[in-house]
């Protein structure tokens, strides 16, 4: 049985390649893993603030959260400043990746994660995530250090400025992706 505590012991000091290969390992039944997560609760609807992200573990070199993304959500592009190991466990989250350029971004490649499904972004990488389903995406995302704290950028997906992450911020623009409100 996939227990989280264990998973977040065992990927301490860890390198991105080997918490890669943790959690391919734990993705082989993601219905035990979903099983174990269950408990720490549901995801919100957007309206309703945080999305249903949990934190498993925070240390200065270690992130692991729980996310939850609501059906239909779309984030604006936005970095880490670290490595990040993506594995889905339920749904399906497409990653839409892209590079400084210009007067702001421009588009360098995209990838469709599925249940099992486990990716690398690189310290630099820049992305944003969809859940292109009429459920709710559930993944397990592990960051190379305290990302919280980290000073990262978002871009503002209708002019591409670049400007400081604000969560708040950051849920409006993702709001105005889904339709939800005018720009
Ligand atoms: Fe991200």
């Known amino acids: 049985m996939f227990n989280i505590e264990a998973f977040a012991t065992a990927c301490q000091g860890k390198s991105d390649g080997a918490v890669k290969e943790l959690l391919t390992e734990a993705l082989r039944n993601p219905g035990e893993v979903k099983q174990a997560l269950d408990a720490m609760g549901q995801a919100k609807p957007i309206g309703e603030g945080r999305m249903g992200d949990f934190v498993i573990h925070r240390s200065p070199d270690l992130t692991i959260l729980r996310a939850a993304v609501p059906p239909k959500f ?6 880490h400043l670290m490595w990040a ?18 007067e702001g971004l421009e588009a360098a490649g995209d990838r469709q994660l599925k249940p099992a499904d486990v990716l690398v972004l690189g310290t630099d990488v820049i992305h944003a995530i969809e859940n292109p389903l009429d459920h709710t995406l559930y993944a397990i995302h592990v960051y ?30 993702a709001r105005q992706l889904m339709g939800k409100e005018s720009q």
Do not use: C
């Open 74 to 79: 779309k984030s604006p592009p936005h970095n």
């Open 85 to 102: 190991v993506i594995g889905v466990y339920e749904g399906q989250e497409n990653n839409y990746f892209y590079r400084r350029g210009g």
């Open 144 to 173: 190379g250090g305290d990302l919280p704290a980290a000073p990262r950028r978002m871009w503002n997906p209708t002019t591409l400025q670049e400007e400081p992450f604000e969560y708040q911020t950051m849920m409006q623009y």
